[in-house]
């Protein structure tokens, strides 16, 4: 089997589509899952890799060649690309093994007469590599090259957080991302839990902060691990799992999870239940609301209410209906860029105007299912301030809640004078977590 003709073609259709690099590999590992660990373990570098590096790759390419990348063919520019990422970034790969097998590739895919063109751009740049020169590391554009991060981002970032926690921030969305997972205490216990990943050669280290989230290291496929398979945990951040423990939910509460795919904080909260009260799932759309429920079945919840609903359309049968509310609304996604490797690529200034609008009208209209004196829980996987700080004080002055303070639901070591306030910003590379903004609001009477 070529695998890299399967990364080529891959690109090429992560080319035509518009985002969720992240889902369409999945679902090509998962096609070839009866590869062994070393062949997928190649198709998952290459291709998360090639995506997440795209605007240095490009860099190194037009350094060297006279045709600049976004004018090559895409099936040429994504051949060039995903040789460049192994000449880089896989030492263990011989740069001739690199330049011979994109030459074949040019020929399988037609284009024969281009063959001579990728070899002697790949062996210049496999020769010079060492010797090409980056821009000003310190300026907007030279922190884009070397964190492959568009530079208005950069800016964003630098404006927003300051030159050096951005770099920070930039450097850790391109780390390599180990597996969070929270244990299924309605399954088993982390004694239990340990001993079947024991059972299974599996590597895990203990979690900050939450003595039930552990970090599972170099697992290649989920679905061979029996632990998995019996629901025994669930892969989901810590971010994620803290927007639960802010809720302080209580046996008996009723809790809507609004925006709820793919179901993380909707098995917590059925953790945080014990078997009492209610919990009402929601989502736009069947496939989300299936998503939902495979989680739901493999973790061994059935008493669940997932429910089709716009969470911009007010549905009278539910007001006045919850004691506790999670809202995790769409967001940009700029505190897990490290996880979905094309995030950054298509987001836009207009697109987060678009997005605080979104929120904002969501959490107008769910606030309405909320009962007097219940609990508003407001929470995003961004690190972008228009998203969080400034939509955390909109709700404050347009809605009819107080802020309440996070710290009684919180760890120790996370709090801080905002978490007191009402709020926690979580930091990609600060905080042992993904960027995840979680804020607390009680209904007024």
């Known amino acids: 089997m070529n695998l890299r003709l399967i990364i080529l073609?891959?690109?090429?259709?992560?080319?035509?589509?518009?985002?969720?690099?992240?889902?369409?590999?999945?679902?090509?590992?998962?096609?070839?899952?009866?590869?062994?660990?070393q062949e997928r373990s190649f198709l998952k570098r290459v291709l998360e890799g090639t995506v997440e590096r795209r605007i240095e790759l490009d860099y190194i390419i037009d350094s060297k060649s006279r045709v600049k990348a976004e004018k090559m063919k895409p099936v040429i520019r994504q051949i060039m690309r995903m040789s460049v990422y192994q000449l880089k970034y896989m030492d263990s790969i011989p740069a001739s093994a690199v330049c011979n097998e994109a030459v074949k590739l040019a020929g399988k895919k037609g284009y024969s007469g281009l063959k001579g063109f990728v070899n002697g751009v790949l062996r210049t740049i496999s020769r010079d590599m060492d010797r090409i020169t980056y821009p000003d590391a310190s300026a907007s554009y030279g922190m884009s090259i070397r964190y492959s991060c568009p530079e208005w981002l950069v800016r964003l970032?630098?404006?927003?957080?300051?030159?050096?926690?951005?770099?920070?921030?930039?450097?850790?969305?391109?780390?390599?991302?180990?597996?969070?997972?929270?244990?299924?205490?309605?399954?088993?216990?982390?004694?239990?839990?340990?001993?079947?990943?024991?059972?299974?050669?599996?590597?895990?280290?203990?979690?900050?902060?939450?003595?039930?989230?552990?970090?599972l290291k170099d697992v290649d496929s989920l679905n061979r691990l029996k632990a998995f398979r019996d629901g025994l945990f669930t892969v989901q951040d810590l971010g994620s799992m803290l927007v639960t423990e802010a809720a302080g939910i209580k046996e008996m509460d009723t809790?809507?999870?609004?925006?709820?795919?793919?179901?993380?904080?909707?098995m917590h909260a059925l953790d945080k239940l014990n078997g009492t009260g209610r919990l009402y799932s929601f989502?736009?759309?069947?496939?989300?609301?299936?998503?939902?429920?495979?989680?739901?079945?493999?973790?061994?919840?059935?008493?669940?209410?997932?429910?089709?609903a716009d969470a911009t359309v007010f549905h009278k049968e539910y007001e006045g209906m919850a004691d506790v509310l999670i809202a995790d609304l769409p967001c940009s996604g700029l505190g897990v860029m490290g996880r979905k490797n094309d995030i950054k690529y298509n987001i836009d200034p207009d697109k987060l105007d678009s997005l605080v609008k979104l929120q904002r009208d969501i959490l107008k209209n769910v606030s309405r299912y909320i009962k007097r004196g219940g609990t508003l829980i407001f929470s995003t996987c961004t690190i972008h301030k228009a998203e969080n700080e400034d939509n955390f004080r909109w709700i404050k002055d347009n809605l009819p809640f107080k802020a309440e303070s996070l710290d009684p639901y919180i760890p120790k070591e996370l709090r801080c004078k905002t978490s007191s306030e009402g709020y926690l910003q979580m930091m990609p590379g600060i905080h042992e977590s993904d960027g995840f903004f979680i804020s607390r609001f009680i209904k007024k009477d």
Do not use: M
């Open 9 to 37: 073609e891959t690109l090429l259709l992560l080319e035509k589509e518009e985002g969720g690099a992240g889902n369409t590999i999945k679902q090509v590992l998962d096609k070839y899952d009866h590869l062994n660990r």
């Open 255 to 266: 809790v809507f999870d609004v925006c709820a795919s793919p179901g993380g904080k909707s």
């Open 283 to 308: 989502d736009v759309s069947a496939i989300k609301l299936q998503r939902i429920r495979e989680n739901a079945e493999r973790l061994g919840f059935w008493d669940i209410n997932i429910i089709e």
């Open 157 to 215: 970032f630098i404006d927003e957080q300051g030159q050096n926690n951005a770099r920070v921030i930039l450097e850790d969305s391109l780390k390599k991302r180990d597996l969070c997972i929270r244990i299924n205490l309605s399954e088993t216990d982390r004694e239990g839990l340990e001993k079947s990943l024991g059972k299974e050669g599996v590597t895990f280290i203990d979690a900050p902060y939450l003595p039930y989230a552990l970090i």
